[in-house]
């Protein structure tokens, strides 16, 4: 069985959430680990877990980012990562598989699924072996005690309960 070391300058992991009712917000989360114990091609029977710190979130906008840090959000300096190990995997396709896990954010701990889709494996020009996957779903965020919100006078909140991940992962195999 190979070990999975992530390819860090060839992986992010986005977030989108719907701003003021009438678009997307997008971020990410600089700073991640996602380990995986199984076979890089098939990964039914494999263990994932994904470290995030909080403190790394950017959404292009340092007070926006500031806000997210504090206790309103993520209170990232009580809370410093955003955790999640699976429980199952199921292969639903040919290259798709649906990942269920623990899923915790301070320290509130849900079941979550994301689906994984093999994006294939190749040797790059220095003779390592890649392997990438794409790695989607969302969360209901109040379900994690991130509750802030704001009414707006025109009917809607500021910040849409959903939220939706969006991950490209590489790994370099060993």
């Known amino acids: 069985m190979a070990e999975w070391n992530l390819d ?9 959430v719907k701003h003021m009712m009438i678009s997307n ?3 990410v989360f600089l700073d991640f680990d996602v380990k995986v114990d199984g076979s890089p091609k098939d990964l039914s029977q494999a263990l994932v877990s994904v470290e995030i710190r909080t403190a790394s979130i950017n959404t292009k906008s340092e007070s926006r980012d500031e ?8 209170d990232a300096s009580t809370y410093p990562s955003i955790n999640f190990r699976t ?7 040919d290259d798709e598989f649906n990942l269920t ?4 954010i301070k320290d ?8 994984a889709k093999y994006g294939g494996s190749a040797k790059d020009p220095w003779g390592n072996q890649k392997v990438g996957y794409t790695v989607y779903g969302k969360i209901n965020r109040p379900d994690f005690g991130l509750t802030w919100n704001t009414a707006l006078e025109t009917g809607g909140v500021m910040v849409s309960e959903e939220v939706k991940f969006y991950a490209e992962v590489q790994f370099i195999l060993s």
Request: hydrophobic share 35%; aromatic share 10%.
């Open 8 to 16: 860090r300058a060839h992986s992010e992991l986005e977030f989108k």
């Open 67 to 74: 806000h997210l840090r504090s206790a309103e959000f993520f």
């Open 25 to 27: 917000v997008k971020g």
């Open 108 to 115: 509130i701990t849900k079941t979550a699924v994301f689906t």
């Open 101 to 104: 896990g623990d899923l915790t």
């Open 87 to 93: 429980t199952e995997i199921e292969k639903t396709g």
